[in-house]
């Protein structure tokens, strides 16, 4: 008996999701260039998940990650409209309830994406969860999305606004539960990642590659937020921090897109060598600069040109060193086919150089190619 396909593979359902996703992103940009907010590019970053769930769905109709994006792009665009609606009717001399109006659908709809921003992470790679952990964590998400959803729209809105049709006491409740659910966002994301950690250890082949590329964006998201909110704190998360929120979060589904659609998949190693390396040798190569510049001027007692100089060329004789010597030492580590491939061609190079041969190594030749690159067709050209 033939498996029925999923409603959503139906061709007339990915055209209506194409059309409400251009819709919605037109709409907001010229919402945005009206209200004269300078977030047209928080909007450009977050509008990435949209397209990228699109062509998911496109490529595989039977997968359910590819509405899933979808929508969490869709609502990822819901996230400014109400604050912005909500300045366009000022300028039109709207009436309070009607401002308040789009902001409590702003907080709603924030809210729900939120928490289907964890859900689709918990699905991935294959739409379901494969864990109990991540069972209770996708039940848990789904009921934090209902909580944030109802108290977004129930919540009083930001601003001397009174809530259109709840009471007051209500409202004022309603507010203090979606604050709660928020901060409760916080937590339940690092669980999260953590328990896709935990699934990428435990997996094999394939899965598991796709889980690296999960993990590494999801590490650097983590990264970026501790750094974030450790140094700026929420009060000084202004629309630039916004800006690059999005950008980092728009990550997560390119990774997701790579891993699905198998597209470079293997290319992870290498990513996530070079990020090691060169974190590292910026770390270092600051040490260089900044311990002289800051600890000889404190024993001299004053400020010097020449130490900051020093300091500098100090820094621009090393870097190069410096990095070939963290990168191979990352690479033996994170990126071990490339390191291993470096190390045979070397070892024939030294050698042939050595014991020159009279016949070309051809049959070596072609195998090291081969074990290293793995392509489907291996030719070889001979000067006559």
Not at 112 to 118: D, G, I, K, Q, V
Request: no cysteine; proline share 6%.
């Amino acid at each position: 008996m033939e498996k029925a396909s999923p409603w959503w593979s139906k061709k007339w359902v990915w055209w209506g999701a194409l059309s409400l996703s251009v819709v919605a992103l037109v709409g907001l940009l010229v919402l945005t260039l009206t209200s004269g907010n300078a977030a047209i590019a928080y909007v450009v970053a977050s509008g990435i998940w949209a397209p990228l769930g699109l062509m998911i769905w496109y490529r595989k109709p039977d997968h359910p990650m590819g509405p899933l994006i979808t929508m969490v792009g869709l609502l990822s665009l819901s996230v400014v409209p109400g604050f912005l609606m909500g300045a366009v009717f000022e300028q039109f001399e709207a009436t309070l309830p009607q401002r308040a109006w789009p902001m409590i659908f702003g907080l709603a709809l924030s809210g729900a994406y939120t928490y289907l921003f964890l859900i689709a992470i918990l699905l991935f790679p294959d739409g379901r969860p494969t864990t109990t952990t991540q069972r209770g964590l996708t039940w848990l998400s789904v009921l934090g999305l209902g909580i944030a959803t109802v108290s977004g729209f129930l919540s009083e809105p930001l601003g001397p606004l009174p809530h259109p049709f709840a009471p007051a006491d209500l409202a004022a409740t309603a507010r203090s539960v979606y604050d709660f659910m928020v901060e409760a966002y916080g937590f339940v994301l690092l669980a999260v990642i953590v328990s896709k950690y935990v699934d990428y250890r435990k997996s094999q082949s394939i899965r598991r590659t796709q889980l690296k590329w999960l993990v590494y964006v999801l590490g650097v998201y983590l990264v970026f937020t501790i750094v974030t909110f450790g140094v700026i704190g929420t009060e000084g998360f202004n629309l630039t921090g916004l800006i690059l929120d999005a950008m980092f979060t728009g990550l997560i589904p390119l990774a997701m897109t790579i891993a699905i659609l198998r597209y470079r998949l293997y290319e992870i190693d290498r990513l996530v060598s070079r990020t090691v390396s060169y974190a590292v040798v910026v770390i270092i190569i600051a040490a260089v600069f900044a311990v002289p510049v800051i600890l000889i001027p404190t024993a001299m007692g004053g400020s010097s040109d020449l130490v900051v100089a020093g300091a500098t060329l100090a820094a621009a004789a090393v870097f190069n060193p410096l990095r070939r010597s963290i990168q191979n030492r990352v690479d033996m580590r994170f990126n071990r086919p490339r390191y291993d491939a470096a190390r045979e061609i070397e070892e024939l190079a030294t050698r042939l150089n050595t014991s020159p041969a009279t016949e070309p190594p051809v049959g070596e030749t072609i195998g090291l190619v081969t074990r290293i690159f793995e392509p489907t067709i291996v030719g070889v050209w001979l000067r006559g």
